[in-house]
């Protein structure tokens, strides 16, 4: 998402500057101060390492193993890493501008990604342009540019999609957001704020536009789709099979930051979450002055400038810490001010100022199972611990 000179960049520079003085920690112990996130199950430490943790069957926790873990992974990068994105497949991104992946057996040969035993971190190739924001979606990997260019990696060759150099026609990118099947992009190409999205498909117009049953000869995959929207937008975010921009002007005022979402919404019936929603609409639920926005399957969580979070969804879906069944609200027992949020479709996670990660929704615990893992959920949010701190 788009990076916002605000909050996240001054308590950013406040975790290095904290890390700053510090010996540097052992390889077996993760950072106990934190600088990015992903809903993925990874991290960032101020310390410009990254950790990974959850299941790893396909490889994305980047140790080279599909070994399972409860507890943070340290993943061996050759250099220091500012963000990461992870969700089947994981990305991080250096603060030089360069991108390295790991999962979904994915390994980079000319012209695509394709499936390789290969299960380790590789440096994308030293003909992108410097990077400056990364997200992932299943055999799929979206980079953004410093110049506004949009670049793809694929399991598969797709015509319009080239390895060695940008997406042709793209210009003025300014922010990417991938879910699990889709991704959309905000421009501001020729001076006028757009959002468009492209997918496998979009049977609950989540892509914007007339939503059409799934048909494996139907692919939106490289075919971009003007969402029917209009700017000028502070944000945007896809997950599941949703997709939602937030409006407005930076800066507060009457309005601004309102949140629109599109795509498979629950729009006030328990349960009933696969309704096809053609075209944006607002989520007053969520009030103004939002900054972020992230969503999970059946909830759309949003952050507001002064760090408090606020959910809405389908009631079926989130009880609330007590066993109530709750459609939206503040995020209780968060001890700082969110800057930074984020959602796949199994939870939703924050970072919070001190440098803390929480998170909510569906998580991976050890267990005997042979996966290694089990799913559990946790509806109030809980602190991501990492070993050997406190």
Request: glycine fraction near 14%.
């Amino acid at each position: 998402m788009r990076a916002l000179v605000t909050r996240w960049a001054l308590a950013v520079a406040l975790l290095d500057a904290c890390g700053a003085g510090h010996p540097p920690e052992s390889a077996a112990q993760p950072a106990c101060r934190v600088k990015h996130i992903s809903a993925g199950l990874c991290a960032v430490g101020v310390d410009n390492r990254v950790w990974c943790w959850g299941g790893n069957q396909n490889g994305r926790i980047g140790d080279g193993t599909r070994t399972s873990s409860a507890v943070p992974v340290l993943v061996s990068l050759p250099q220091g890493v500012s963000a990461v994105a992870s969700d089947g497949n994981t990305c991080a991104l250096t603060p030089g501008g360069q991108v390295w992946c790991w999962g979904e057996t994915l390994e980079y040969l000319p012209g695509d990604l394709r499936p390789s035993p290969v299960r380790g971190p590789r440096k994308l190739p030293s003909s992108l342009e410097r990077v400056t924001g990364i997200d992932v979606m299943q055999l799929e990997v979206t980079a953004l540019t410093e110049r506004g260019a949009l670049w793809l990696w694929r399991d598969a060759g797709v015509e319009t999609i080239s390895a060695d150099g940008p997406v042709k026609g793209i210009t003025g990118v300014r922010s990417l957001a991938a879910g699990s099947r889709h991704a959309c992009l905000l421009s501001s190409a020729a001076g006028k704020e757009s959002v468009q999205c492209w997918g496998e498909g979009n049977e609950y117009g989540q892509l914007g536009g007339r939503a059409q049953p799934p048909d494996p000869r139907r692919d939106f995959s490289d075919k971009l789709i003007a969402v029917p929207l209009a700017g000028p937008f502070r944000n945007i975010a896809a997950g599941w099979l949703t997709s939602c921009a937030i409006r407005g002007e930076a800066g507060p005022g009457p309005g601004q930051g309102t949140v629109w979402c599109w795509g498979a919404l629950w729009l006030g019936q328990p349960g009933k979450l696969y309704v096809p929603q053609e075209t944006p609409v607002p989520v007053g639920e969520l009030g103004s002055d939002n900054v972020d926005v992230a969503i999970m399957r059946g909830v759309v969580c949003a952050r507001k400038e002064e760090g408090t979070i606020s959910c809405w969804g389908d009631p079926a879906i989130v009880p609330a810490a007590d066993g109530a069944l709750i459609g939206m609200g503040v995020v209780p027992g968060l001890p700082a001010p969110a800057i930074q949020l984020d959602g796949v479709q199994d939870r939703v996670c924050a970072l919070l100022e001190d440098g803390s990660m929480w998170c909510w929704g569906y998580f991976f615990e050890a267990s005997p199972s042979d996966a290694g893992f089990a799913t559990v959920s946790a509806w109030a949010a809980q602190r991501v611990h990492f070993p050997g701190c406190r």
